[in-house]
């Protein structure tokens, strides 16, 4: 098990982890399985998406905002995120990648990012490989 | 392999479920490892989010039903619950969460839920650790 | 490891894969564990859901076309395809499906699916079993 610390500085963001992740299935010595992170709150999740051209976070996070607004939906939450915590359950608290000699199985445009929808934060993912 | 039943009371509700998955996994006396929970259904789905303040499930379900309404789509699957398959697939059939030490590593504003989106009914969810 | 190749024929399609997978499983000739798929791209997700009605699949991809149209949001990525990535991100990239002796443990009503959001293509989809 590995704990990553990630760091957002806006309330959403997508902040990708590729490398760091690539860097801790390499340190765990593992060759084949899956890997899994975790996000340990609920105002954050965890995606696989292009990782080439920023606009694909930027246009994401423009059409997540779109529709689930942070006001004007009759939300009841106090903390006036229940949009980050919806948005957090959609994009999900997981993601489970497999690897194969100690290679992660990424697809050509793919990266791995934490999701951030109520920032900016210091965040904690886990990373267990199987 | 685990099974739990679980009860729903309304067509629309988030039961938690943390409870039961936490004393499941000290049953099986596991110390490290994955715990997946699969749900098999096609209207209900499994997440993971903040339990502390129940307006946080409502707002969620409030947003859901907004967005993707049961009528009034052009919807053509006669069971008139398009919605809820829709709800089950964008929420996700499993959810995946670390432990270590046979403790989950739940952050601390996190629980599990079962999401019904077809209900009242009795739902099956399968738990294995890994 | 296993690598399927599954072909689509539209922009928007659900292709079932629920016979191929079932028999993957059974030539790894494991009898107990999780079955995690994985598709190595970022307009296209991978979900379980009703494969009685095509209706269903229909009505989803009617939904998620109406909620993240293609065009007129705003969206700056050149490819004209952020509804696919954003819509791939929602389903999720991967699925996780206990099995015990043998047998995928699938409820009564669901099958497994590529969710192609950008087609026709071929699609790679990684199989582990643990």
Redesign the interface.
Known sequence: ?QVLKVRSRQREELVEITDRVKQALEDSGEQ???L?L?????TAGL????NA?P??P???L???R???PQHG???????EN??A??K???????????F?EGKL??????GVFLCEFDGGRER?V?M?V?
Chains 1, 2, 3 share one sequence.
């Open positions: 098990m084949e399985g899956v899994v975790y996000v340990q709150h609920t995606t696989v998406n292009e051209d606009d694909v930027r246009d994401m423009h059409l997540l779109t529709v689930i939906m009759g939300f009841r939450h106090g903390e229940s949009d915590h919806i957090a359950t959609l994009v999900g608290s997981s993601v489970t990648i497999p194969h199985l990424l697809g050509r445009w793919q904690q886990i267990i199987k």
